[in-house]
């Protein structure tokens, strides 16, 4: 079974910082590419920051300079750094696991966490 579970959301006020981390388990997770997407109500998803097998990084240009994500593969773990944050940060945030190549990680599924909520009170 694949689980992926996020945590360290919570409420902060402008100018704080929060670090997410999203646990996986049940892959192989260094064959996945890891993204932190959000969703602010009545919004879509977009997508925040993702770093590929080979660490890669890419950042939305409304978090650049302020949000870094980076992962642990010896803990099948990866982590959303966010600093200098905003009220328009609010919004649940998912951890999503998406296989870089799915010939090797035998797999065309994408994964993904149950979200977790981050508040940015002004």
């Known amino acids: 079974q694949v689980r992926l579970v996020e945590s360290g959301g919570g409420l902060v006020q402008s100018g704080g910082s929060l670090r997410l981390s999203c646990v996986v388990s049940g892959i192989i997770f260094e064959n996945y590419d890891m993204v932190w997407y959000r969703q602010a109500q009545g919004k879509v998803r977009e997508l925040v920051a993702d770093?590929?097998?080979?660490?890669?990084?890419r950042l939305a240009d409304s978090v650049k300079g302020r949000f870094t994500i980076s992962r642990d593969d010896a803990k099948s773990a990866v982590f959303l750094q966010m600093n200098n944050l905003k009220p328009e940060d609010t919004a649940v945030y998912y951890c999503?696991?998406?296989?870089?190549?799915?010939?090797?990680?035998?797999?065309?599924?994408?994964?993904w966490g149950q979200g977790t909520q981050v508040t940015v009170s002004s």
């Open positions: 999503n696991a998406d296989p870089h190549d799915h010939i090797v990680a035998g797999s065309k599924n994408i994964y």
């Open positions: 770093i590929t097998n080979g660490g890669s990084i």
